[in-house]
């Protein structure tokens, strides 16, 4: 299975941008679609965005789209999410994850390998 760590985390105000990465190591990391999903206090998980392992398809939650942007770079072996715009009701922990087989998901279960999360908090 391939590790993952997040990094990027904060506390930003309203409308200010972060960019979190997720570094990969261990198995092939090209070969995963990636995801990142974010929980915040007493929900549960929720899908952000997905990246294909080819990284010519992405998907968004409809709550981020037009806000957060997914890339990867597979040179570095790391998958980033660039988030624009932030609003207080994003603010999370938020989970890099590696999906290995199968067409690309958005739902967690799919998801066999997770990093540890970074906090993103959002002050109004």
């Known amino acids: 299975q391939v590790q993952l760590v997040e990094s990027g985390g904060g506390l930003v105000q309203t409308g200010g941008s972060l960019r979190l990465s997720c570094a990969a190591s261990g198995r092939s990391f090209s070969s995963n679609h990636m995801g990142w999903f974010r929980q915040a206090p007493g929900k549960e998980r929720e899908f952000v965005a997905v990246?294909?392992?080819?990284?010519?398809?992405?998907h968004y939650a409809d709550s981020v789209k037009g806000r957060f942007t997914i890339s990867r770079d597979d040179a570095k072996n790391t998958v980033y999410l660039q988030m624009n715009s932030l609003k207080p009701e994003d603010t999370a922990v938020y989970y890099c994850?590696?999906?290995?087989?199968?067409?690309?998901?958005?739902?967690?279960?799919?998801?066999?390998?997770w990093g540890q999360g970074t906090q993103v908090t959002v002050s109004s």
């Open positions: 994850a590696a999906q290995i087989s199968g067409t690309i998901s958005t739902m967690k279960s799919d998801f066999g390998s």
């Open positions: 990246i294909s392992r080819s990284g010519l398809f992405t």
